[in-house]
Each structure stands twice: as C-alpha cells, then as structure tokens.
C-alpha cells in the first residue's frame, strides 16, 4: 500500500502564547509590546540528527506588509514550535525552550531613524564539548564566563540539597 505523504501545517499555538507571557513579564521586559506569533508545527523538526523543540524566526518587512494587506496582525517576531516532541516534555522544559526562544528576540534603536528594529541574538557561546575537554574552559572568555555561571549554579544547587539531607542529632523529646 502506497504512503500519503501528510502536508506541512501550521497552527497557532494559544496555550504557548499563554505560558509565554508571564515569562516575558519577567525576564524578557523589553518584549512586552513586541508582536509575537507562537504556531506548531506538524512535522519533526531535526538538525543533524537533534530534535529541536522549537525556533524563532524574525518577520521580515515583506511578510509584516502582506499580513497588514490581507488584514492580519503583522509578528515582529514568530517562535515555531515542534508539535510532537513539544507534547513529550514537561512543563519546566517547556518553560525553559520558551525562555531560550525569546532570548534571541532582541530590540535595537536603529541609528539612522530611532525606530526600533528587531534582531535576532545569537547564542552566548557556540562550542563542541571536545574542545572544551581538550583545550580547557580559558581558551575563550565567553567559554570561561559560561563554565563558571554553570560551575556556581551546580554548587548552589548542591549546598540546597546537601543542607537537605543533613539530619541533625537532637536529644528525644520526652512522650506525652
């Protein structure tokens, strides 16, 4: 029996816009009155054999002016998310992909008109584990910077957890 290959689809995505505000209102404050579109969609979305749960796309001047010609709100913004490999992750991962998103949506004033003009930032590093084993995290400083954030942030989390665990002897209370 032949295969029918499904069409791409995109839908929009209301409960991600949702979970996405509370997180703007509190890390992302300069997105607040940018447009953003959250839409799934229906096929896998891999690179080099990774599942990537979503990604962010800046709208360019040509697709904000068919939007407002068709009558559609024009996104400055629009974070594409992986509809199925979305649905496996729990809500803190959930979170967490939507907070990495919108880290790359970025609002500079552009010098020549003080307009505002959306950017996409890239990531704070981009590396391979095998030359940080190999060459150690002071090779670069935005690897070293990364190394100790990380570095403070598992120790944090170990003191928490160890201070947890500690049972402390205390001499039993008498019965009533």
Known sequence: MKQVAIPLQFDEAITVAELAK???AQYHTHLINARIGYIYKNKPMKKCGRTIFATVEKCSVKAKALCNISGGEAYDFVIVINYKDWNALTDEQRVA????????CKIEEDEATSEAKFVLEPHDISEFSGVLDRRGPDVFDD???FCELAKKKL???N??????????DTEDEPEE
Do not use: Y
Not at 97 to 104: G, K, R, T, Y
């Open 143 to 145: 690897l070293r910077r």
């Open 22 to 24: 509370p997180i703007i």
């Open 97 to 104: 992909v939507l907070d990495h998103e919108l880290c790359h």
């Open 155 to 157: 120790d944090s989390k």
């Open 159 to 168: 003191e928490v957890v160890s201070t947890e665990d500690t049972v402390t």
